[in-house]
């Protein structure tokens, strides 16, 4: 499976999300199961395959509530961000038991977008953007989902196929209401993917592996 931010968007920007225009387009992404929409405010995750380390499902009873601060720690300095555990529970709920469990450590951030739509992708410890935690878990959207600059947000591989990738957005993107936005990053944060951004991607391409290596390297909470 790999881990993408949309089909749609050749119809919204001449960019292809795995590729620049001249590239060959994608295949379909393997199929993978999909958990239900959450019921009764309980997660529900489910076994999937691609799992990249072995890490525990997150409790299916969401244990964070409220605005959980979050820094990505990573080879270019720190990027703070803010989660929202009351819109999005059973994200953040994953993110936090992942960060908790270690899984982001020592894993690059694997996909710069320069054109059409303007992200930086981590979250695959394999560094392939092909690569997750072993189970998947429901969307959280309500179809009002933006992407302006400094949005935090999940890369998927269709409905319900969240994991462990998420995207961080730079500038803003015209993205469909189809990834669950689940934080915002602080304005230091911000600026350390602008930096980033800034270099470009390898080999001058519109979409790839950033010219500027980026690795977590941990994730503090709170």
């Known amino acids: 499976m790999r881990a993408r931010l949309g089909s749609t968007l050749l119809v919204l920007s001449a960019l292809a999300l795995a590729g620049c225009a001249s590239s060959p387009a994608p295949a379909e992404p393997d199929a993978m199961p999909t958990a239900d929409a959450v019921p009764d405010g309980a997660c529900a995750y489910v076994e999937a395959a691609g799992g990249v380390r072995d890490v525990e499902m997150p409790p299916a009873e969401a244990e964070v509530s409220g605005q959980l601060a979050a820094v990505l720690q990573t080879s270019v300095g720190d990027i703070p961000m803010t989660l929202d555990a009351d819109r999005t529970p059973c994200t953040v709920g994953s993110f936090a038991s992942l960060a908790e469990q270690g899984y982001y450590d020592d894993s690059p951030c694997h996909r ?111």
Do not use: H, K, W
Not at 123 to 128: A, E, F, L, V
Not at 139 to 162: K, R, W
């Open 112 to 222: 710069l977008t320069t054109s059409g739509i303007f992200v930086l992708q981590c979250g695959d410890p394999s560094g392939t953007g092909r690569g997750g935690p072993g189970y998947s878990y429901a969307d959280e959207l309500d179809d009002s989902e933006t992407y302006p600059a400094g949005t935090v947000a999940m890369a998927n591989a269709g409905a319900n196929t969240n994991g462990s990738q998420f995207f961080l957005v730079y500038e803003d993107s015209p993205l469909p209401p189809a990834y669950t936005v689940f934080g915002q990053l602080d304005e230091a944060g911000l600026a350390v993917v602008r930096e980033v951004a800034a270099a470009g991607a390898q080999g001058g391409a519109a979409d790839g592996a950033p010219a500027t290596e980026v690795t977590i390297t941990g994730v503090s909470l709170g």
